[in-house]
């Protein structure tokens, strides 16, 4: 794939869009493998509000984890 994403463009697109964002998965291009990273913003899960939304990797990925900013993540 030839698209590509700046750092700020896609910290933009999870600050700025919020909730329109759910999961994408990405890649560095300086990656041969191409190997893909989950990020996610998921601000309430069955009713309650997640005290961090914002989400690398996901639940059956081992050492995934969450923040409280998408700058964090």
Same mark, same amino acid.
């Given at each position: 794939?030839?698209?590509k994403i700046?750092?700020?463009d896609l910290l933009y697109l999870f600050e700025a869009a919020g909730d329109h964002v759910d999961e994408t998965a990405i890649y560095f #291009?300086?990656?041969p493998e191409e190997y893909e990273h989950y990020l996610g913003y998921i601000p309430e899960v069955?009713?309650?509000i997640c005290e961090k939304p914002?989400?690398?990797g996901l639940? #059956?990925?081992?050492d995934g984890c969450?923040?409280?900013t998408a700058k964090k993540f």
């Open positions: 794939m030839n698209d700046s750092y700020d #291009d300086d990656d069955k009713g309650k914002y989400w690398v639940c #059956d990925i081992e969450e923040f409280l």
